[in-house]
């Protein structure tokens, strides 16, 4: 049994797969609560499916690109029940789910993930649908959407980007964020075939909003 999640977009998510088939899923649209509503919604699906945590052999998690604390949320949360379970954690690009997802429901030809990155940016990746599954044309980037090459913007694209910036994307793919689900399927595929697995390491593109400061104060000044 596989426990799939992920807080990189503005969406908490997570299901249960069984290597087969998805027996509980769920998302909860919630961009900045993503500590509070995680683990709920983990209890959830895992009482959906009839399990307890001793039944997963492994748990899956998306490790971005994503904003700094939501991200890391769902990787401290897989890391930890890796470790108190003594179970493999395997972890994706989370716009290669949503790639997964789109290819799933039998899309074909190129097209643009783009997720909020803030700051007016996007964190976005292209992608083309070929036999056998998805594939990933270039690493996972961020810009604001208006320094995306021309060619690129007019490609189908999902994720909020389109969604929070309608004038600078072409025809919008109904799919906005991660399913774990999807993430689940992603990661089952690969592991029969031979795909990419990533290390449960967050996959920022940029520096966080809050930076320590380079000097101490002192109190007494």
């Known amino acids: 049994m596989l426990l799939a999640i992920d807080t990189a977009t ?8 069984d290597g087969t088939r998805v027996l509980a899923s769920e998302s909860v649209p919630d961009a900045r609560r993503h500590a509070e509503t995680l683990t709920p919604t983990i209890d959830s699906v895992m009482a959906h499916a009839g399990l307890s945590p001793r039944d997963l052999d492994a748990v899956a998690v998306g490790v971005g690109p994503g904003p700094f604390t939501g991200l890391r949320v769902g990787i401290v949360t897989a890391t930890t029940l890796g470790l108190a379970l003594g179970i493999p954690v395997h972890a994706v690009c989370s716009l290669d789910a949503i790639a997964h997802e789109i290819a799933s429901r039998g899309e074909h030809g190129e097209f643009l993930v783009a997720t909020d990155a803030r700051r007016k ?13 998805v594939a990933r044309l270039g690493d996972p980037a961020v810009s604001t959407p208006a320094a995306l090459d021309p060619a690129v913007r007019a490609l189908p694209t999902a994720g909020r980007g389109p969604l929070l910036y309608p004038a600078d994307f072409g025809v919008v793919v109904p799919v906005t964020d ?13 592991l029969e075939h031979g795909g990419e697995l990533l290390p449960p390491t967050p996959l920022y593109l940029r520096q966080p909003d809050a930076q320590p400061s380079a000097a101490q104060k002192s109190v007494l000044s």
């Open 10 to 17: 503005s969406a908490v998510t997570a299901a249960v797969h």
């Open 121 to 133: 940016e996007v964190y976005w990746a292209r992608y083309t649908v070929r036999a056998g599954g």
């Open 178 to 190: 991660v399913d774990a689900g999807a993430l689940a399927g992603l990661v089952v595929h690969r």
